[in-house]
C-alpha cells in the first residue's frame, strides 16, 4: 500500500481516537497521538511528565515549542517514514501548523489529507462527560472545547487553502463514521500518484 500522511481534526469527544486506530489498521499509517505521547510520561513519572501533569489537568496546552519538538521527532523516525503518519491532536494551533509543514517538507512528505470528524458541541460534551476520565470535568471540558474553537477551528482555513481539507460527518456508529472516513481516504489515495 501507498504511504499516506493525513492529519485527523475533530472536537474532544468526537471519537477521533478511536477512527484513528482503525484508519491506521486499514491503510497503515502510524498513528501519532500527542495526548497519548503526553500521558505516557505523565506515567513515567519524568519531571516533563509533572509539568505536562499540571497543563493538562487546567485543560490548557502544552507550549508549541515542546509540542513542535516532540512531533518532529516521531516524524523522523523509520516506522513512519515507511508507512506514513496520522497526525491526531496535533496540530493544535497555527504556529504548531507551521512547524509542522516544514518537517514534512524537509523529510519531502506530501500532505495528503485533512480529515475534520464533525460532531457538534453539545453531542461531544455529553458524551465526554459520560466517559469519565480524569481530566474530563466540566469545567476542564468547556476550557478545551473553547480552546478548540479558538485555537485549533482557524486551522481549517490555513488547510483548506492547500487544498487538501474534507469534512466528514461525525454521527453515527463507529462503522458508519468509519466507512465514510474510508471512502476518502480511498479516493484520495487512487489519486496519489
Ligand atoms: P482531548 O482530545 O480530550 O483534549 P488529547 O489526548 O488530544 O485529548 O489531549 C489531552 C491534553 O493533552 C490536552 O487537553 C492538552 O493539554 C494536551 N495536548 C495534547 N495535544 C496537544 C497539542 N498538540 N498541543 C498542546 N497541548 C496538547
Redesign the pocket.
Known amino acids: 500500500m501507498k504511504p499516506i500522511n493525513v492529519i485527523i481534526f475533530g472536537r ?2 468526537s471519537g477521533k481516537g478511536t477512527q484513528s486506530l482503525l484508519i491506521t489498521k486499514e491503510f497503515g499509517p502510524v498513528h501519532i ?4 505521547m ?2 505516557a510520561a505523565v506515567e513515567k513519572g519524568t519531571e516533563f511528565g509533572l509539568q505536562a501533569k499540571a ?2 489537568d487546567r ?4 507550549s508549541d515549542e515542546v ?1 513542535s519538538g516532540i512531533v518532529a521527532e516521531r516524524l523522523s523516525q523509520s516506522d513512519v517514514i515507511q508507512n506514513g503518519c496520522l497526525l491526531d ?5 497555527l504556529g ?1 501548523a507551521e512547524s509542522i509543514m516544514k518537517v514534512l517538507e524537509k523529510l519531502d512528505f506530501s500532505l495528503d489529507l485533512v480529515l475534520n470528524l464533525e460532531v457538534p458541541i453539545d453531542e461531544v460534551t455529553s458524551r465526554m462527560l459520560s466517559r469519565g476520565r480524569a ?1 474530563d470535568t466540566e469545567e476542564a471540558i468547556a476550557r ?1 472545547l473553547g480552546l478548540y474553537e479558538q485555537e485549533t477551528a482557524p486551522l481549517f482555513e490555513f488547510f483548506s487553502e492547500k487544498g487538501v481539507f474534507e469534512v466528514v460527518d461525525g454521527l453515527g456508529s463507529e462503522t458508519e463514521v468509519f466507512d465514510r472516513l474510508s471512502a476518502v481516504i480511498t479516493r484520495v489515495l487512487s489519486d496519489k500518484k
Open positions: 474532544q469527544g497521538s500527542t495526548g497519548d503526553l500521558r497543563i493538562m485543560g490548557e496546552l502544552v509540542i491532536g496535533v496540530p493544535r494551533t504548531q481530566d478545551r
